[in-house]
């Protein structure tokens, strides 16, 4: 499995963007989808986590900014990023549970998103 994310840049505080990430490499089940993000000298975070059911998780400091999307038939995940703020600076990495259990277990290459006056 193939995972390659795209739509990273550079933003102004209060600015928008949108990430994609395509997965491709065969037929896989997806038990779990998300989002994560690093920025410079910090553990890997997630910012946005769907099951298969639809149950979406965000943490407190993206609530309400953040929305995590798919669309099952471009085998492609999305994260719309609104009202964006200097801290969500990072590196973001789209992720996919292929398993029942284990957690997520193919990634992506990163896309940088740098949010900056």
């Known amino acids: 499995v193939l995972l390659v994310e795209s739509g990273g840049g550079l933003v102004q505080p209060g600015g928008s963007l949108n990430v994609s990430c395509v997965a491709s490499?065969?037929?896989?089940?997806?038990?779990?989808m998300g989002w994560y993000r690093q920025a410079p000298g910090t553990k890997r975070e997630p910012v946005a986590v769907?099951?298969?059911?639809?149950?979406?998780y965000y943490p407190d400091s993206v609530k309400g900014r953040f929305t995590i999307s798919r669309d099952k038939a471009k085998n492609t995940l999305y994260l719309q990023m609104d009202n964006l703020k200097l801290e969500d600076t990072g590196v973001y990495y789209c992720?996919?549970?292929?398993?029942?259990?284990?957690?997520?277990?193919?990634w992506g290459q990163g896309t940088q998103v740098t949010v900056s006056l």
């Open positions: 992720a996919i549970q292929s398993q029942r259990v284990g957690g997520f277990d193919y």
């Open positions: 769907m099951s298969s059911a639809g149950h979406v």
């Open positions: 490499g065969g037929t896989f089940d997806i038990y779990g």
